[in-house]
């Protein structure tokens, strides 16, 4: 899964998330829908850049409430 903002690495992503921001997430092509409340893993960069970071978020109607 990925976050809707582009972040190139882990610690831009905790550093949003330790500011409030309102961190998105959706898995491309739709095939697990996002506005679930479950725990997800999460890469990035986008592709298709090759990913180098990955995180583990939980969710409540597809908006990030704990990353690590």
């Given at each position: ?13 905790k550093e ?17 829908p996002s ?34």
């Amino acid at each position: 899964m990925y976050t809707v903002t582009n972040y190139k690495t882990k610690k831009e992503l905790k550093e949003a998330f330790k500011r409030g921001e309102r961190i998105e997430v959706y898995q491309p092509g739709g095939l697990f829908p996002s506005q679930r409340d479950v725990a997800v893993a999460l890469e990035g960069p986008h592709y298709p850049e090759p990913h180098r970071w990955y995180a583990s978020a939980e969710i409540k109607a597809g908006v990030i409430v704990k990353v690590s």
